[in-house]
């Protein structure tokens, strides 16, 4: 016979299991600091901005669109010089004719004396040497007075030089033509006899007329024309005068109007 506890059935108590208490570490709602908004930027003009530490930029000696163009023409290539010359001469003009004062006098001053614009020309023989000068004479009294005078001879020289490159071969081939022309008619009303010098030299003066007319100046083919022409020319206008011989004295008159206009395109 099965036997009965007496032991009433009584609840099971369990022992309280220990659970981890969530945010234990957290401080207190109490403790909390309350939101504050996040502080405004600064405004612009407020924020130091740092110095950069360092040599200053120099000031410039020269206008600005002067100095560049002084700085290209001497880099670029030689057969683009004369094209920034140009430009440097149509800037100096421009500045001529806003007028006279002292900063644009002295710009033309410091340019000629610092030797920037020493071998600069122009297509057509002007070079920025002249140009300037002739920029400071044009801003009148009192800047034209401090014009240096080796300045103005390359002023002068050049001004002759760009007239002699104006001047075309034809010029000096009409020239001995005219004389030839007057010659013959001189011999025609006047006749003197043999005629074998006169004939030789006009053949020899056109000869060199045409070493003239071909070959380019500054070139030996040129020279030895030009020598040529003024020899025959000089020695018939003299022994015409003197009645040494039966020359063409107009024939050598106009052969030497005619190598002087050839030597100056040679210069």
Known sequence: MATVSSVPDAPRIHPPTQRPMEGEDEAPLGEVAPWEAPPEPAPLEATPVPLLRGTPTPPLDLPLPVLVLTEQARRVPEAERPLVAARLNLQLSRMARTGGDRLVADTFLRLLESG????????????????????????????????????????????????????????????????????????????????????????????????????????????????????????????????????????????????????????
């Open 116 to 267: 920037r614009l020493t071998g600069l020309v122009d297509a057509k023989g002007r070079t920025c040497r002249a140009a300037a000068v002739e920029a400071l004479l044009s801003l009148g009294f009192p800047y034209a007075l401090e014009v240096q005078p080796e300045d103005l001879a390359h002023l002068r020289a050049n001004t002759l030089q760009r007239k002699a490159h104006r001047l075309k071969p034809g010029t000096s081939m009409a020239v001995l033509v005219g004389g030839i022309g007057v010659q013959f008619v001189h011999e025609a009303l006047v006749h003197k006899g043999d005629a074998s010098l006169l004939t030789s030299q006009v053949g020899l003066s056109l000869l060199a007329m045409a070493a003239l007319w071909l070959a380019p100046p500054r070139t030996p083919v040129y020279r030895v024309g030009l020598l040529m022409l003024s020899l025959v020319s000089l020695a018939g206008a003299v022994f015409a005068l003197l009645g040494v011989a039966h020359t063409g004295l107009w024939v050598g008159l106009a052969g030497l109007v005619a190598a002087f206009l050839a030597a100056l395109r040679e210069g």
